[in-house]
């Protein structure tokens, strides 16, 4: 009898051990999303120094930068420096793995191009004409730019991580509504 006790309250405490292990893979992911993005903007780095910039344990950061490591995110790139005792092993992103797409946008030139991880240009810059001062059209014609520009470069969707848009004008970021150009039609928001 009490085995089927234990047995209906392991059966009913699942969800619990479940979610428990989804929120232990979104800890992990957003752990090393936060170690990506020291390299993306610190480029090599070591295993202290990423523990110092991410605040968290050097057992903790050295396990997750050896998972980077083996799902070929990261790549050694030799040692620091060092006045005495042992070198550091550093880091960086691996060039191959991450893509981002940069736009730069002003009021009627639009330029797209694509880069590695490491900030190198893959590809020529692509220019093309969009004026935003009184076109309604301007978003959509952004996306399809956008998607066309993907599609020419050949690279999959998943290794592109992100794309950054600089444009003119007052820009609230919490609601994504530029208030100069690039307004949506009434209506939409």
């Not at 120094?49 to 990261?74: A, F, M, Q």
Request: glycine content about 8%; overall charge neutral.
């Amino acid at each position: 009898m009490l085995f089927f006790k234990n047995l209906y309250y392991f059966y009913e405490n699942i969800p619990i051990f479940v979610s428990r292990f989804e929120l232990m893979k979104d800890k992990i992911a957003s752990q090393k999303g936060d170690i990506l993005r020291h390299f993306y903007f610190g480029g090599v780095l070591s295993c202290l120094e990423t523990s110092l910039l991410t605040r968290k344990s050097l057992p903790i950061v050295t396990k997750l930068i050896n998972e980077l490591l083996n799902e070929g995110v990261l790549i050694e790139t030799g040692f620091a420096n060092s006045t005495g005792g042992r070198r550091p092993q550093t880091y960086s992103l691996a060039p191959d793995n991450l893509r981002v797409i940069s736009v730069a946008m002003d009021q009627y030139v639009t330029r797209i191009t694509l880069m590695d991880a490491q900030n190198n240009f893959l590809n020529g810059t692509q220019e093309i004409q969009l004026p935003l001062p009184s076109n309604p059209h301007a978003i959509a014609d952004l996306a399809r730019s956008l998607s066309n520009f993907i599609q020419s470069c050949g690279t999959p969707r998943g290794k592109i991580v992100g794309i950054g848009i600089g444009m003119p004008g007052f820009v609230d970021v919490s609601a994504g509504l530029n208030h100069s150009f690039l307004t949506p039609p009434p209506g939409e928001s």
